[in-house]
């Protein structure tokens, strides 16, 4: 500390030797550009700067002021700046409370953060392209005139009394804590502008609604930092820029509505920042109407209706409309957006429109009165945790029209038989016990779907089968899983918690192996028909003994395995065995054939070896 207090010291001592004083105003001058450069001075009074300054019969043109040159000038009443001035530093004039009176010249080309804090102006201040300050004591709305390209820092800081600014279709740039502390309310940023600094609306308490452009490429650290009654954010960005983790500090995220363009939801719901937002919304969701007590986002171009959130919580019995008029337009109803009816505990029953296509999100989440649902023909797509802990549901259908459902989209449900279409397999009973062999025609097993299940023995999956969502089997009794070719995608935790699964087989058609998915302690055998080692996360086989685990690998694999990542920390990689793995690979006639049933599961046993039913090698 005492070093850097030194070095200041020296600093200012060597740039007060290199300062020269004329007409009671220091200045730096530069031979090689043939600049003057104002520094620290103490005027008093009216001041008029020139243009430029002589020294040894040399002229210097004035083009900037520095940092803090003319601070706590609180004698100085009114300043005239040159028309060559290019540059005014940051806090140059900072609490110059008696400065009433400046202009600022067209040439200016910059001005610093906080140039003109706690002056005494009374008149806003700006050229043709850059707005420098507003006097603090300013009461109601402003619109910043035409032309403006940036907002000087702080220019609006500690507006207290300032209610709304309207901001010109020119602005490209909103420079750090240019409206810190102020009292806004709501703001809209234009289309144009690219860059809003550091903590610009840091400390606005009153500011609730914030629109941004889809111009907009850089938000700054801290932006909107103790904005504490922000319930509205717009964003018209169809890919969420990156955000500091701490822009939201202080800001209720979790009730405060996010609206982005309809096509970038996923994007957002995945963005990192972004994500803290439970309640994120198309667009279209800001013109939403009424009817019959139920909220509606309209779409014009294909004149289709989605149910969003409403102000309150649902209770009884709710029948959405098939259809809804407008202006003379009729709008089919087919969305249930996210959280519509979130927690809503006194709901005992809905009816649903027969062209409803999706359900959202945590739509009917800890719905745990609704007894009553039966799903159309028309349903595609179920959202993630749609049904969660809906647990007065014992029975529901599922459309074959539904091809995809969000992992837990039935959990907590009170279903008593396994649950599927002939697309998803959505749900097992946790009390199911023995081993269960997947319906043919089945492409996806939905995450969840058998978590949980301590008393499932082995599963036998079909040919069909593509995609096993994460935490599908977290927790199951397996001891051994075979995982089909063609399957292509096994996420997150698939098998996680498994305690006593010890061997796995993955398909040659793997191509997505997430975390967490073999999170199996007691795996001992992996056997890998990819040709190619998959590039994987070092905690896909979290917790499993590396050194006691033996891969399995296609024999012109080995080398490839062994360097590397991940797959090389097996202790033992060894090639496939050329062994009969189903009952087509056996050729003898001679072979001797039983069958039996073990369990509840048909056995066929064949050449000494034991299959299942669909053919697969299990012993």
């Known amino acids: 500390m005492k070093k850097l207090f030194l070095f200041s010291v020296l600093l200012l001592s060597t740039t007060a030797m290199w300062a020269e004083q004329i007409g009671g105003i220091n200045y730096v001058l530069n031979d090689s550009k043939m600049t003057a450069k104002i520094v620290e001075s103490h005027p008093t009074g009216d001041v008029i700067i020139p243009d430029s300054v002589k020294s040894a019969k040399k002229t210097y043109v004035v083009t900037e002021i520095d940092s803090w040159a003319f601070s706590h000038c609180n004698e100085l009443t009114s300043v005239v700046l040159p ?24 040439s200016v080309e910059e001005v610093g953060v906080n140039a003109f804090y706690s002056c005494g102006l009374t008149q806003p201040l700006y050229n043709n392209h850059i707005f420098a300050s507003m006097p603090k004591a300013y009461v109601g709305a402003y619109t910043v005139p035409d032309g403006i390209e940036t907002i000087a820092g702080g220019a609006f800081g500690f507006c207290t009394d300032l209610t709304t600014v309207s901001l010109p279709s020119t602005l490209k740039t909103i420079m750090m804590y240019a409206f810190e502390s102020s009292s806004l309310q709501e703001i809209v940023i234009p289309e144009g502008v690219e860059l809003i600094d550091d903590q610009v609306f840091n400390g606005c308490s009153s500011l609730h609604k914030v629109s941004l452009p889809s111009t907009l490429k850089t938000l700054g650290k801290s932006e909107f930092s103790y904005c504490e009654a922000l319930d509205t954010l717009i964003t018209y960005m169809t890919t969420p820029t990156e955000l500091n983790y701490d822009m939201f500090y202080n800001v209720n995220t979790g009730e405060c509505k996010l609206f982005v363009p309809k096509a970038s939801l996923t994007l957002y719901k995945e963005a990192q920042v972004w ?18 007590g139920l909220c509606f986002a309209l779409n014009d171009d294909d004149k289709t209706a989605t149910l969003v959130a409403g102000k309150s919580k649902y209770t009884g019995d709710i029948v959405i409309p098939n259809s809804i008029q407008s202006n003379g337009e ?18 005992t029953s809905i009816s649903l429109p027969n062209g409803l296509k999706r359900i959202g999100e945590l739509a009917f989440y800890f719905c745990t009165g609704l007894n009553s649902v039966v799903l159309p023909e028309s349903l595609e797509s179920i959202g993630e ?14 459309p074959d029209n539904v091809k995809e459902i969000g992992a837990n989209a039935f959990s907590g449900c009170q279903i008593t038989e396994p649950f599927y279409n002939k697309h998803c397999f959505a749900l097992m009973p946790k009390a199911y016990v023995g081993a269960y062999t997947v319906p043919d025609g089945i492409e996806t097993i939905v995450g969840d779907a058998f978590s ?6 082995a599963i036998t999956f079909p040919t069909s089968l593509k995609k096993i969502g994460y ?53 001992d055998t992996v056997v890998a028909n990819m040709e190619t ?32 990542e991940v797959w090389k920390e097996f202790g033992t990689i060894l090639p496939i065995p050329q062994t009969p793995t189903a009952i087509s690979n056996v050729q003898s006639d001679k072979v001797q054939c039983t069958k039996t049933l073990r369990n509840g599961q048909l056995l066929i046993i064949r050449d000494g070896a034991v299959y299942n039913a669909c053919g697969q090698r299990v012993k």
């Open 385 to 398: 945790e749609a049904f969660y802990i809906c647990s007065s549901i014992t029975s529901i259908n599922l």
């Open 83 to 106: 028309n060559s001035l290019k540059k005014i530093d940051a806090c140059a004039f900072y609490e110059c409370t008696n400065l009433t009176s400046i202009n600022l010249p067209d």
């Open 533 to 564: 080692p998959l590039e994987i996360r070092s905690d896909v086989f979290e917790d499993v003994d590396f050194a006691g685990c033996t891969l399995f690998v296609p024999e012109g694999s080995i080398d490839a395995y062994r360097a590397a």
């Open 275 to 292: 994500d803290y937002f439970p309640n994120i919304f198309p667009l279209n969701a800001l013109n939403s109407i009424e009817v019959g």
């Open 452 to 457: 949980d299940c301590g008393n499932l023995t």
């Open 330 to 347: 009729t709008y089919v109803v087919t969305e249930i957006y996210d959280r519509v009816f979130y927690d809503c505990e006194e709901l």
């Open 471 to 523: 935490a599908a089997f977290w927790y199951a009794g397996l001891t051994e899983v075979v995982i089909p070719e063609g399957v292509e995608t096994i996420e997150w935790g698939a098998f996680g918690g498994c305690p006593e699964l010890h061997k796995a087989v993955l398909p040659s058609t793997l191509q997505v192996l997430q975390f967490e998915a073999f999170f199996c302690e007691k795996l």
